[in-house]
């Protein structure tokens, strides 16, 4: 009978020691199946980060901010999307570097004296360098007619000419380019209406400017720029 009894004994001790081996191995898958996962969300979280941190929106909603159209100095707003307007791209693009290029902000704007002569009207569009050091500008500007409301007036004028090379301004000096149309007549194309203001983008930069046009109109379908050159006509 004792012997009997050792044996069931250690049957039990035999049978809890496999259960609890079992237990164990069982606990073990669990929490490798947890981290398992856990590891697979953290993977799968962290192209989200990076696409957020490039500008699409993040779980909090937050975006990078747009940049926004310049709005002419005197308050006008162009129109969004109005084809009249000049983008700045129309500006010629410069070779210069940023930090010798005039800029808007180290710059004044006015319209020169009106030449009429042979049906033509030329205007010097003329920049001042109103900084503290020399600057340069070459090519273009982009140059649109709006009105006070920032609504386009016709389209932007096309380039004439070659583009010319680079023009240096001390503090004080001013360079010009030379807008041009045909007096009302000389063609069968309509007029435009009378504009409000002269909407430019100086050559090579992405700052506008304005100035008060005068009422200048454009006829005969005519609206160019030539390049800029030193100094401003007499």
Known sequence: MSLTFKTLGRGRRVAA??????????????????????????????????????????????TQSAGH??????GAKPSGGAKGVPNASQANPSAMTDSDRCTAANMSLRLGRTDIGAGNIRIPLIFTNKG??????????GVSLIQRDGSAVGTPATREGDAGGS???????????LLHTVN????????WSNSQIVFVYPPGSKESMTTGSGGLRVCGGTFTVSTLTTGVPS
């Open 167 to 177: 023009v240096r301004l001390q503090p004080g000096q001013s360079a010009s380019a």
């Open 17 to 62: 020691g496999s259960l609890i081996a079992v237990t164990a191995l069982t606990l073990s898958a669990c929490q490798n199946g947890t981290d398992n996962s856990a590891s697979r969300s953290s993977s799968a979280a962290a192209p989200a980060t990076a696409t957020a941190a490039n500008g699409t929106p993040s779980a909090g909603g937050a």
């Open 184 to 191: 009302e007549g000389v063609s069968d194309t309509p007029c």
């Open 69 to 74: 159209a310049p709005r002419p100095s005197n």
């Open 132 to 141: 503290k050091k020399a600057c340069s500008l070459r090519g273009f500007p």
